[in-house]
């Protein structure tokens, strides 16, 4: 079975970190492009990160850049993002998606649902 299981989401105060973790099966983690992407409630889906399959190169849009940063382990078929200098603004559940098909680059955030294989999601709270 294809999969992708987040973890590490929770409450923490506005300035605070936190790194969320995504772990797969079911499908070759190596070959895939990885991410986040990110929904507040009452907005749209928004790409918070991606890294490549190829050579771990990374995009990020402004509103996390400097912020965020995603890595991978293909020995653990785990993807991390973490996430420091947290704003209330940061609140939303977050989507852990892979992908065989795309390339990382600032683009892979308008896939959305074109996207293969998504998580389940992990909420995040950021109090100000």
């Known amino acids: 079975e294809v999969q992708l299981v987040e973890s590490g989401g929770g409450l923490v105060q506005a300035g605070g970190s936190l790194r969320l973790s995504c772990a797969a099966s079911?499908?070759?983690?190596?070959?895939?492009?990885l991410g986040w992407f990110r929904q507040a409630p009452g907005k749209e889906r928004e790409g918070v990160s991606c890294?490549?399959?190829?050579?771990?190169?990374?995009s990020y849009p402004d509103s996390v850049k400097g912020r965020f940063t995603i890595s991978r382990d293909n020995a653990k078929n785990t993807v991390y993002l973490q996430m420091n200098s947290l704003k209330p603004e940061d609140t939303a559940v977050y989507y852990c998606v892979a992908d065989l098909n795309s390339a990382c680059d600032s683009s892979w955030f308008d896939l959305g649902s074109y996207l293969e294989v998504w998580g389940q999601g992990t909420l995040v709270t950021v109090s100000s």
């Open positions: 890294i490549s399959s190829s050579d771990d190169s990374t």
């Open positions: 079911g499908f070759t983690f190596d070959d895939n492009v």
